[in-house]
């Protein structure tokens, strides 16, 4: 199994974490790894992301920090040198498709139809982000994208909560869901880690 689909598999949900300040970003982390979330998808959305990048891959035991929001070749060797071990990314574009390809980083592109899909598995990339998950069908549009395409495994974000994550879960090509419910803006700029371990220990619950 490579690095990529063990992250995908290691829990049912992979949070999408936007750090405003990266003092917050060890304490978050750790929160996330104690509720049993060791993938961690800090988003390229704030200039303190690959400080907070940094900070966790150098301290906290058990994280597994990638980046999301990646748009160009270069986010990835940003990535890469803050101590990133995986990067995701919204689409893809051809100049990206080929960075990933020289880049050591594991890369998981963003799809949101059959042929950005096939588009994808063509070069390679059976493992894929479906997005945006709510606007562009849902889970009936997963289920119905794995007759044709079975290999495809997907990470499921955009509009995905608590609320109906076990339907993306119980699809046959959803590996995991990803989202923002996890670490919660009010909670992180309050310190309120207890919460967010919380929120994890919950979490690991949705695919039982």
């Excluded at 986010?75 to 498709?97: M, N, Q, W």
Aim: net charge neutral; aromatic share 4%.
């Amino acid at each position: 199994m490579g690095l990529l689909e063990s992250v995908l598999h290691v829990a049912p949900v992979m949070p999408v974490v936007v750090i405003e300040d990266a003092k917050h970003a060890v304490s978050l982390a750790r929160a996330l790894v104690a509720g049993g979330i060791p993938a961690i998808e800090i988003t390229l959305r704030t200039r303190a992301a690959l400080d907070a990048v940094r900070a966790i891959a150098n301290e906290v035991d058990g994280a597994i920090v990638g980046v999301g929001t990646v748009r160009k070749p270069q986010d990835l060797k940003d990535a890469e040198a803050a101590g990133a071990r995986f990067a995701v990314s919204p689409g893809s574009t051809p100049d990206l498709i080929a960075a990933a390809k020289d880049s050591a980083l594991p890369w998981l592109p963003g799809a949101g139809t059959a042929s950005e899909a096939m588009t994808l598995s063509e070069h390679g990339f059976i493992f894929q982000k479906f997005f945006p998950a709510e606007a562009a069908g849902g889970a009936p549009a997963l289920r119905s994208l794995h007759g044709p395409l079975p290999e495809i495994r997907f990470c499921a974000t955009g509009g995905i909560g608590a609320h109906n994550a076990r339907d993306y879960l119980a699809t046959p090509n959803v590996a995991c869901v990803g989202g923002s419910w996890l670490t919660p803006s009010r909670l992180v700029a309050a310190g309120e880690w207890g919460a967010i371990e919380a929120l994890a220990r919950a979490a690991t619950l949705l695919r039982a």
